[in-house]
C-alpha cells in the first residue's frame, strides 16, 4: 500500500496546475499627500456628486489605515457622495479599498450605507458600475452585478459601524467577471457584471440615508499578482476536458512501464479506474476520485484491489 500511495503522491505532483503571474500597480492613494480639509482633485479625483456638500468631502485625519489621513465622504438622503478617479485598465484588475462606515444609518433612496466600485461616468444618466460591493443600511455586505438593480445583489457578510474593511475586487473585464474578497477572505467568485460597457476607472461613494459617513484609506488598483478563483476554476475545467479526452495529456500514463490494460475515465462519477497497475510483480485495480478541484487537481484512491 505505501508505494501505491508513492505512485499516486508522484500522479498528484504531475497533475498540478503552475501558474506565473506578475505585478503592475496602476494606481495607489493613502491620501498622506494632502492638505487635511480638501478634496483631492489634486491626485485626479473628481467630487461628481456632492452629498452632503461639498465642504463635508475632503481629506481627514480623524482615521485612517495608513499615516494620518483618508478620505471622508459624507452621503445625505437621496444625494450621495461620489469620488470618480479615472484609471486606464487592464482588462484583468484588482480594486481594493480599505473602508469604515460611522454608523449604520437609515436607509435613504436607495439602502446603500458606502459602496465602491469600478465605474463609467458617461454611461447612462448618473453612470454605470461595475463588480461593486455595497454596505448597506440593513447592516449587510452585497456584491453588486448590476449598478442599479438591488435584486440582482449576491449577500456576502454582515458588518460593523466603526471597523475598518480591506475589499477587495478581481475582475476580468474580457469575461465580465468578478471575485469579491473581503479582510482578504474570498467570499464569492465569478459574479457576473451584467450591465453593458466597461469601466474608465473607480468610484468610492457614501450613499443615501441620514448622511451616511464613510472613511476610504489605500485605494489601489492594480493588474492582480496572482490569478483568481475564476481563473482557477476555468484552468481547472480545461485541464479536466484534457484529462478525458486523452488521459495522457495531464499526466496519467495509459500503456507501458507499471501499466497494462486501458486506463478509463467515468465522467459521472468522477473516477479515473486502472484496472491493472503492476507493482513490484503484484496486480492491482484501483479507482481515483477527484475530490477538489482547485487551486490544484487532487485525486484520492476511492476503491483498490489486487487482481
Ligand atoms: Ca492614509
Not at 3 to 27: E, G, P
Not at 196 to 225: L, Y
Not at 237 to 262: K, Y
Request: aromatic share 12%; proline share 4%; hydrophobic share 35%.
Amino acid at each position: 500500500m505505501k508505494k501505491v500511495t508513492m505512485v499516486i503522491c508522484m500522479f498528484l505532483i504531475s497533475l498540478i496546475f503552475a501558474v506565473n503571474a506578475f505585478a503592475n500597480d496602476l494606481s495607489s492613494d493613502d491620501f498622506e499627500s494632502y492638505t487635511v480639509g480638501t478634496f483631492p482633485s489634486s491626485g485626479g479625483w473628481q467630487l461628481l456628486y456632492n452629498g452632503a456638500g461639498t465642504p463635508s468631502q475632503y481629506v481627514d485625519n480623524t482615521h485612517s489605515t495608513s499615516g494620518a489621513k483618508s478620505l471622508h465622504l459624507v452621503g445625505s438622503s437621496c444625494w450621495s457622495a461620489e469620488a470618480y478617479l479615472p484609471i486606464s485598465l487592464s482588462s484583468r484588475v484588482k480594486f481594493e479599498t480599505m473602508v469604515m462606515i460611522d454608523q449604520i444609518v437609515s436607509c435613504g433612496c436607495t439602502p446603500s450605507v458606502a459602496y465602491v466600485t469600478l465605474f463609467d461616468p458617461t454611461l447612462n444618466t448618473w453612470g454605470t458600475g461595475y463588480g461593486g460591493v455595497d454596505f448597506n443600511c440593513d447592516g449587510k455586505v452585497y456584491a453588486m452585478r448590476d449598478h442599479y438593480d438591488r435584486s440582482k445583489d449576491i449577500f456576502l457578510m454582515s458588518y460593523n459601524a466603526v471597523k475598518w474593511y480591506h475589499v477587495e475586487v478581481v475582475a476580468d473585464l474580457t469575461l465580465k467577471t468578478f471575485d469579491v474578497y473581503i479582510d482578504g477572505v474570498l467570499l464569492k467568485s465569478g459574479l457576473e457584471m451584467l450591465d453593458a460597457g466597461s469601466p474608465k476607472g473607480i468610484k468610492v461613494v457614501a450613499g443615501h440615508g441620514s448622511n451616511p459617513t464613510a472613511w476610504f484609506d489605500d485605494v489601489k488598483v492594480s493588474i492582480p499578482t496572482s490569478c483568481s478563483q475564476t481563473d482557477f476554476d476555468t484552468a481547472y475545467q480545461a485541464g479536466r476536458q484534457a484529462c478525458i479526452t486523452n488521459p495522457a495529456s495531464c499526466g496519467i500514463p495509459t500503456s507501458g512501464g507499471n501499466q497494462c490494460g486501458t486506463v478509463t475515465y467515468n465522467l459521472f462519477t468522477p473516477t479515473v479506474h486502472y484496472p491493472c497497475l503492476n507493482i513490484e510483480g503484484t496486480s492491482y485495480w484501483l479507482d481515483l476520485g477527484i475530490y477538489s478541484n482547485s487551486p490544484t487537481l487532487l485525486l484520492n484512491i476511492t476503491n483498490f484491489g489486487t487482481n
